[in-house]
């Protein structure tokens, strides 16, 4: 009897440890704000993070909040509502113009993941291609709108006349099917929504672009000095959700279908492709100089940066896990 009473006794001491250890490790998460521009289909590692649980393997707590903007994006890191901000990061170096310190830890988009869709079937070959013609994108300063402009310069004469037509994300196809716009010049899903509703790809901003820092984490110079495994923890689990995002494509489409039940999943797993095909979800976080210089130009010549900051002011790399 003493012996079974002992033996019962020191299970129960077991399980106590067992379940004393795990309420500990739950206790211990870091709990983080990450402030985003919206709950976006092109940001899906970090939620992909979330959900194969990458976050909480690394000690965090994540709640994500959607700002409509990049600028607030910033703002809310600023203010310190969020210790992350996934947004263009060429906002951050236009705040150090500012005397706000903050710096880019990682790259989420190396590229812009931006197409140009039309109805009619318009060969961009033709000199004409896109004269008098109305493409609707996101409101100024928003990046699709600095980068919109941009094509329009470059493309020349193919855009002589060509206008821009300001509307709200969501409200796309709307606008054409109201006569308001010609093209679109946007962002997956919507890509592939219209793609299954008629609409043609005709040009793709990684034709003049190429690699760019296009979405980037970011955090406070005083976040990288009080808190750095923070920052280390949840970008080796971005870091982590990216490799499964490439290695296990098929179960990220069926993850993804849950994270936006309001897409197709055929438009999901078409827009995902397209986006690891044309390289704008990356293989590693690094921000490197080809991409962040790329972005930095682009803003100094719309005139929303009065200087070009060194990759060093701006960007560190530190922080990444070694591939």
């Not at 310190?80 to 790259?107: C, H, M, Q, W, Y």
């Not at 990216?242 to 994270?259: G, R, T």
């Amino acid at each position: 009897m003493r012996k079974i009473l002992f033996i019962s006794l020191f299970l129960l001491l077991i399980l106590g440890c067992s379940k004393g250890k795990e309420q500990t490790q739950k206790t211990q998460l870091q709990k983080i704000t990450v402030a985003q521009y919206g709950h976006l289909l092109i940001y899906y590692p970090i939620y992909l993070a979330n959900q194969k649980g990458f976050y909480e393997k690394n000690n965090l707590d994540v709640t994500f909040v959607s700002t409509g903007g990049d600028d607030k994006t910033f703002a809310a890191v600023s203010s310190k509502s969020a210790f992350f901000g996934v947004a263009d990061p060429v906002f951050v170096a236009i705040a150090r113009e500012k005397g706000l310190n903050a710096k880019v830890v990682g790259t989420l988009i190396d590229g812009a993941p931006m197409w140009i869709i039309s109805k009619e079937k318009i060969n961009m070959e033709s000199e004409d291609a896109l004269q008098n013609k109305r493409i609707m994108t996101y409101p100024s300063p928003s990046t699709s709108y600095t980068l919109l402009s941009e094509i329009i310069n470059v493309l020349k004469p193919k855009t002589e006349t060509t206008a821009i037509v300001q509307g709200a994300f969501g409200t796309e196809m709307a606008i054409v099917e109201g006569n308001q716009a010609d093209a679109i010049y946007t962002i997956e899903p919507v890509v592939s929504t219209a793609v299954e509703n008629g609409y043609n790809v005709i040009f793709s901003a990684m034709n003049i672009f190429g690699k760019m820092s296009f979405t980037g984490i970011s955090v406070l110079d005083e976040s990288i000095t009080q808190a750095p495994e923070i920052i280390k923890s949840f970008l080796l689990s971005v870091q982590q959700a990216i490799d499964f995002l490439h290695s296990h494509f098929d179960e990220a489409v069926e993850l993804a279908a849950q994270e936006f039940p309001e897409t197709k999943k055929s438009i999901i797993r078409n827009a995902l492709r397209r986006m690891i095909d044309e390289k704008v979800i990356p293989d590693t976080l690094k921000t490197s100089e080809v991409s962040w210089n790329k972005a930095i130009e682009i803003r100094k010549k719309s005139g929303d940066l009065q200087t070009i900051p060194l990759l060093s002011e701006v960007v560190t790399n530190q922080f990444l896990p070694e591939k």
